[in-house]
Every structure is written in structure tokens, then in C-alpha cells.
């Protein structure tokens, strides 16, 4: 159950198709940041053990996706070169609060509101992208950012009531549409 408030228009799926390279570039960007979010939130949180062994495999999923989105741009003659971030997930993240529960609570739905995002754009090109063989790349990703979604969402309530994570999950979604809106139109995944 993907929570986002918004579809996609078919706008942005132009500009992906006709773009594609940029897609492959960015995403290639978002699953190394994806890892090393995972990473950092170990990191920061270090005496939650639940946290471990799902942040540590959604880690290590994320490098090897990494890994084959390098391998379709090197298939397609196109280096991995820098893009200057659209601010997306910035201005997702200032959205977390501060103390605890809350601060972790927040930290993972973000990460699940970007891996439905992901979701749901990967799901478009999957089905409508003119090349046969990203159709499938696409296809396998969009089950990756499913499951990622579920990941945080249950690491979240793990943190706190069902309810109250519900709850939280809704508001942030609806904060994420406003920030989409103010990002760039670019063909990027969240954009």
C-alpha cells in the first residue's frame, strides 16, 4: 500500500521517456544516497537493534541496484557524470522532528515516502517506456521500492502506535505533494 496523494501526471512520464539517460543518472544517484541513508540512520541510531538487520540488507540491495543502474548506462554509452539535486528529498527530510520517538519515527517514513514515489514512477515507465529491456529493469526496481516502502513503514511502527504512525505517514504524505510541486521539472525520478 503505496500512501502518496498524488498520481503522477503524464508530463513527467514524457519527460522521463524522452530523457531517459537523466532518469538512469539520477536514479543511479538515489540508490547510492538510498544505501548510505540506511547506513546513516545505523549510525544514528545506534541502540535500536530492530533497526540492524533490515537497514543492513536494504543497504546492500540498494548498492546492488546501484550497481546495475551503472551497468544500463554503460550499456547505453553514458557515463555517470553529477546533477545538481532538485531538493526533493531535502526538503522532505527538514520535515522530521526533533526528540525521540518522533525524530526516528519521521526519519524512517521519509525514506518511505521516496521509495513510493519511486514506486509509482517506475510502475509508469515499466509499463509505457518504448525500450523492452529498461521496461524490465523498471519492473524489477518498482518491486524493490515496494518493499523498501513496507520496510520503513513497519521499522516506523515498531517506534510507536500503529495509529499514531498512520497518522504521521498521512500528514507527511500530504506535505510531500507540496514539496513536489516546488521541485524543478526534470526528468528525474523525483521531480
Not at 544517484?29 to 540512520?41: F, G, P, Q, S, Y
Not at 519492473?139 to 521499522?155: D, N
Request: hydrophobic residues 45%; negative net charge.
Amino acid at each position: 500500500m503505496l500512501c502518496l496523494h498524488s498520481r503522477t501526471q503524464d508530463a513527467w512520464l514524457q519527460r522521463a521517456i524522452a530523457g531517459t539517460d537523466d532518469v538512469l543518472i539520477d536514479h543511479a544517484h538515489c540508490e547510492r544516497k538510498a544505501a548510505t541513508n540506511a547506513l546513516n540512520l545505523l549510525g544514528r541510531f545506534p541502540d535500536h537493534a530492530e533497526l540492524q538487520t533490515p537497514l543492513l540488507a536494504l543497504a546492500r540491495e540498494e548498492l546492488e541496484h546501484f550497481e546495475l543502474v551503472l551497468g544500463l548506462l554503460a550499456a547505453r554509452g553514458t557515463p555517470l557524470k553529477a546533477q545538481a539535486p532538485t531538493g526533493y528529498q531535502a526538503r522532505l527530510f527538514e520535515l522530521v522532528r526533533g526528540g525521540m520517538p518522533d525524530k526516528l519515527v519521521d526519519s524512517l517514513l521519509c525514506g518511505a515516502l521516496i521509495e513510493a514515489r519511486s514506486c509509482e514512477r517506475f510502475r509508469l515507465l515499466s509499463e509505457q517506456h518504448p525500450d523492452a529491456e529498461l521496461r524490465q529493469a523498471f519492473r524489477s526496481l518498482l518491486e524493490s521500492e515496494a518493499r523498501h516502502h513496507s520496510v520503513f513503514v513497519r521499522l516506523a511502527e515498531m517506534q510507536a502506535p500503529r495509529e499514531v504512525v498512520r497518522a504521521r505517514l498521512e500528514e507527511l504524505a500530504q506535505q510531500e505533494v507540496a514539496i513536489l510541486e516546488r521541485v524543478p521539472p526534470l526528468a528525474r525520478i523525483h521531480s
